[in-house]
């Protein structure tokens, strides 16, 4: 990695760390009211119930997409890579019911060589990519790198808000809404889903993608 990549990288990952120290406390009682989408984008999922797929989810936080997929999938192994170590020791407790098929890494993606001896048949990104800036870019490659070909990548995130004041609050919560996830992915998968959805009638619009890497 270049010198500013990894200055970025590791400031990042402190700003990370420093912000979800207190927020991992507050996390699962607050995220169910603003982070729509994390269900219905495990419900569209193209496996079939019973498939032996390999899933890596990026930025896992407390667990609560690991613990539905290990609900929905019960053949998947599951890895969830956090930067932040108090949301990963939440999912450590929120997950215990599968530690069986379900490894937690406490550390950053980056983007480089593979860390995988296997690739994935899907990488989940929810609401982590527009937390990761400014090297959202790099991790979404890097996501390409780790799946297998035919594998999915699967995205829940915000997408942008007319408001300025609302990006600008958050924008103070580490969150860019900015509408500039959605055409790297476009450039880089196959699309099977893209769905735009608006929030509190308008005030901001979240979206969840799905896309097969194509070679
Ligand atoms: C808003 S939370 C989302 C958590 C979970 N995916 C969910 O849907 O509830 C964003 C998470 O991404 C993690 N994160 C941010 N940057 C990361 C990076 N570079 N590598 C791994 N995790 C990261 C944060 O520590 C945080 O736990």
Redesign the pocket.
Known sequence: MADKARQDAKQ??DT?QRY?AWQSKIYDAT?WSF?FG?KKIIDILPFEKDATIKIL??????G??IERMARQFPNAQIIG????SH?IDKATINTSAFSDRVNLERR??FFGESQYSEQMDLILF???LT??NPQWRD?ILQARRDLRKGGYVAVADFYNSNFQFFKNHMGNHHVRMDGHLVPLLEAEFERQELMVKPAYGGVWHYFMYIGKKKN
């Open positions: 990042q990952l990370m979800y995220r982070l994390r989810e990026i930025g896992c936080g407390t609560y997409n890579l956090d930067a932040s949301m950053p993606y929810s609401y982590s937390m990761i991790l």
